[in-house]
């Protein structure tokens, strides 16, 4: 009973061994996204850093990342050693959009061989006034009449949103 007992302790011990020697890993490859939107010289734009799941090892490298807003590619880059595996840049956000899906596309084979396909989505809000709302509109001229006269006018439209000026100045 004895023998029998410890050989059944053996075989599932090595069961255990042989499952814990043939399991891999589990990684979590995935591209990271992360995304704001803002104003800049009157119009909406989004700004991204997209970041490898594993910087700085191998594993995380993949050759091409696309960037997707609402599911249209705007733009790729690649995760290597030497942009420390991530980059970063800007684009104009979709016209009339309030909010824009931001994603980051695995499409390339990652360093250690993963399949592509996976992503990471962020949603970010447009802002919905990015005119700067200042500018000036200004004319006027000087009239003299035959009894020598001197008639001068001239006008002034402030197009400020916040503090609206308009005058008009008849000397």
Sequence with gaps: MFRRTVWL?????????????GASTA????PIIVATAS??????II?????????????GVNPEIDILFDGVKVDMGAYTF???F?????KPAPAAALSVDVEALAVGIWGDGFDPGQSTVVTVTIPTDCSTGIGRFT?????????????????EVDCD????????EIN
């Design 9 to 21: 302790f053996l075989v599932v011990t090595l069961a255990i061994c042989l499952q814990g020697i």
């Design 27 to 30: 990684s979590a490859h995935h």
């Design 39 to 44: 104003c800049s010289n009157g119009a909406a």
């Design 47 to 59: 700004s991204y850093t997209s970041t490898s799941w594993d910087p700085g090892f191998a594993d």
């Design 82 to 84: 030497a942009d420390g």
């Design 86 to 90: 991530q980059f970063s840049n800007q």
């Design 139 to 155: 004319g006027g001229g000087k009239q003299v009449d035959i009894s020598g006269l001197t008639i001068t006018k001239g006008f």
């Design 161 to 168: 949103l916040h503090e609206p000026s308009n005058n008009l």
